[in-house]
T-cell receptor, first 113, second 111 residues
C-alpha cells in the first residue's frame, strides 16, 4: 500500500512563474490537507479538501494560491506569480473518512529564484 | 492567537537514556494532541496521539502525558536509540482536522 505521494520533490521557479504541486493521497483516503513549512519551523495548515470540495482554506493566502482535489486525479496546490517568500517545503497529508490521523507525504521543496 | 509551543528547542541525550520532550499549548478547545517525528528531508511521521479526556497514553517505547491544568504535553521515549534522532513536533487538533503544529524540538542521540 503506497503512502502519500507528492511530486515533484524539488521545484525551482523564477519570480513571476507558476508552481504546481501535486499530491496523490493514500488508497482509500478521500481527505487531503496541505501544509507549508519554513526551515526550522513547524508546519502551517493551509487548506483541507475532500473530493471536489474545499472544506477549510483559512490558512491559505487569498491571493495567488489555490487548491483543488478533483474527482479523478491528484490534489493540486497552485501558486501563481511566485515570489521569493513562497520558497518553502509544502507537505500534503491524507486521511480516510471518519478518521483524524493524517499521513504525510515526503513534501515538495519549492525554491523561487 | 492560539498556538502550540515548545520549551526546549534542542535536546541531546545519551544512547540508552530516556528522553523527555515538552510542549505547552494554549488552545483549551483542542480535541486531541499528536506527536510527530520528522527526519531530515522527510514528511512528519505520526508517533502517538492522546485525546483531551485522557492524561496518559503508552505506545511502543513512547509515552505521552497530558496535563490539562497547566496545558502541558510531554513525549517520553524510553531507551533512546540513534534512530530516534529527529525533530519532534507536538500538534493540537480542533474541529476534527485542523492541526496546529508547534515549532519543534531537535533530538540528538549520542552513541
Amino acid at each position: 500500500n503506497a503512502g502519500v505521494m507528492q511530486n515533484p520533490r524539488h521545484l525551482v521557479r523564477r519570480r513571476g512563474q507558476e508552481a504546481r504541486l501535486r499530491c496523490s493521497p493514500m488508497k482509500g483516503h478521500s481527505h487531503v490537507y496541505w501544509y507549508r513549512q519554513l526551515p526550522e519551523e513547524g508546519l502551517k495548515f493551509m487548506v483541507y479538501l475532500q473530493k471536489e470540495n474545499i472544506i477549510d482554506e483559512s490558512g491559505m493566502p487569498k491571493e495567488r494560491f489555490s487548491a483543488e482535489f478533483p474527482k479523478e486525479g491528484p490534489s493540486i496546490l497552485r501558486i501563481q506569480q511566485v515570489v521569493r517568500g513562497d520558497s518553502a517545503a509544502y507537505f500534503c497529508a491524507s486521511s480516510p473518512p471518519g478518521q483524524n490521523t493524517q499521513y504525510f507525504g515526503p513534501g515538495t521543496r519549492l525554491t523561487v529564484l | 492567537g492560539e498556538n502550540v509551543g515548545l520549551h526546549l528547542p534542542t535536546l541531546s541525550v545519551q544512547e540508552g537514556d530516556n528522553s523527555i520532550i515538552n510542549c505547552a499549548y494554549s488552545n483549551s478547545a483542542s480535541d486531541y494532541f499528536i506527536w510527530y517525528k520528522q527526519e531530515s528531508g522527510k514528511g512528519p511521521q505520526f508517533i502517538i496521539d492522546i485525546r483531551s479526556n485522557m492524561d496518559k497514553r503508552q505506545g511502543q517505547r513512547v509515552t505521552v502525558l497530558l496535563n490539562k491544568t497547566v496545558k502541558h504535553l510531554s513525549l517520553q521515549i524510553a531507551a533512546t536509540q540513534p534512530g530516534d534522532s529527529a525533530v519532534y513536533f507536538c500538534a493540537d487538533v480542533t474541529g476534527g482536522f485542523k492541526t496546529i503544529f508547534g515549532a519543534g524540538t531537535r533530538l540528538f542521540v549520542k552513541a
